[in-house]
């Protein structure tokens, strides 16, 4: 999952691609300047034992960025239905930065 520095916890989506570079984080994944700033980390996460959690994977359809422009997408994206699921979410390891 992509998280900004200091974001408190696990967002709703993330992705099982390779995430090399910020700019694949632009393009492929369509991540808004408006949503993220540069300061842009992953972290890896599984799901604590209990009940399965709702997810749905699909491909990531464009955005229109403020800054950037068209945001191509195409990247994999994993969305966590239920908001109260991303509390079963525990880190493996700490996050990592993802290289500009």
């Given at each position: 999952?992509?998280?900004?520095?200091?974001?408190?916890?696990?967002?709703?989506?993330?992705?099982?691609?390779?995430?090399?570079?910020?700019?694949?984080?632009?393009?492929?994944?369509?991540?808004?300047?408006?949503?993220?700033g540069d300061d842009?980390?992953?972290?890896?996460?599984?799901?604590?034992?209990?009940?399965?959690?709702l997810v749905q994977?699909?491909?990531?359809?464009?955005?229109?960025?403020?800054?950037?422009?068209?945001?191509?997408?195409?990247?994999?994206?994993?969305?966590?239905?239920?908001?109260?699921?991303r509390a079963r979410?525990?880190?493996?390891?700490?996050?990592?930065?993802?290289?500009?």
């Amino acid at each position: 999952m992509v998280v900004s520095a200091g974001q408190p916890g696990p967002g709703g989506l993330g992705t099982f691609d390779d995430v090399p570079n910020q700019q694949f984080v632009r393009d492929q994944l369509a991540v808004r300047t408006d949503w993220k700033g540069d300061d842009l980390l992953l972290q890896r996460y599984r799901i604590s034992e209990g009940d399965p959690i709702l997810v749905q994977e699909s491909i990531i359809g464009p955005q229109m960025d403020p800054k950037l422009g068209r945001l191509p997408g195409g990247g994999t994206q994993i969305e966590i239905m239920e908001r109260s699921d991303r509390a079963r979410l525990i880190p493996v390891g700490p996050p990592t930065e993802i290289p500009k």
